[in-house]
């Protein structure tokens, strides 16, 4: 038992260190290599204190190679642009001027509903009162908000790629039939056409349609 204890301490130690090494991020701008980093040295500590056939210093050589690994990635990144983008990625732009880019989500696997929560955890109600956002390369949602919010009260989404969101309906105690009546007062007739509408308290539409490819 106390040579677990020990182990463990000692691993501790020298996993403290080795992230210090690596320098200051905070947890959402890590990096692809940063976390599959993270995921390595915490396998590796977990057989350094379960092992104790093995030597301690012997064990913890391995995680010395992924910090130099780091640091070496780190230097050419500090060095090299073209790398930087190759190997952290680029930041992207999903929203300009109120209209989604439906492309770059795709491209980045990002749907709709990581969209609505990143503006709602940024306090920005719905696209529209987006002036731009950017999808910055750690995942995070760089929001910038119209200096006036176009959208009034509430806002509630109708319909995001395409789908219409039922459970909106059942709020609003409407159906699709009237959803799609709506619609065809705006001069919109075919749902594959839209991709994301919006209704507010104030009964102002927002319709963003579908690029034609």
């Known amino acids: 038992m106390w040579i677990i204890i020990s182990r463990t301490i000692i691993t501790y130690c020298f996993i403290a260190f080795f992230f210090r090494l690596m320098g200051k991020r905070e947890i959402g701008e890590l990096s692809l290599l940063d976390i599959v980093i993270s995921i390595m040295m915490a396998e590796i500590a977990v057989i350094v204190i379960e092992d ?43 929203i300009l001027n109120g ?16 969209l ?37 009260g509430f806002v509630h989404l109708l319909i995001a790629d395409g789908k219409i969101q039922d459970h909106t309906l059942d709020v609003l105690k409407k159906s699709r039939d009237w959803l799609m009546e709506e619609l065809g007062k705006q001069g919109y007739y075919k749902l594959e056409d839209i991709l994301y509408c919006t209704i507010d308290s104030a009964d102002q539409w927002y319709i963003d349609l579908e690029k034609k490819r």
């Open 52 to 94: 104790t056939d093995k030597g301690i210093l012997t064990s913890l050589i391995p995680m010395l190679v992924l910090v130099i690994i780091q640091r070496t990635t780190a230097l050419i990144s500090l060095k090299s642009k073209r790398f930087r983008d190759w190997f952290e990625g680029k930041p992207s732009l999903i």
């Open 99 to 114: 209209r989604i880019n439906k492309d770059e989500m795709r491209k980045h696997r990002y749907n709709f509903d990581d």
């Open 116 to 152: 609505i929560q990143q503006l709602h955890e940024k306090s920005v109600k719905s696209v529209q009162d987006v002036e731009y956002a950017i999808l910055e390369p750690s995942g995070k949602l760089s929001v910038f908000a119209k200096e006036r919010a176009v959208s009034v």
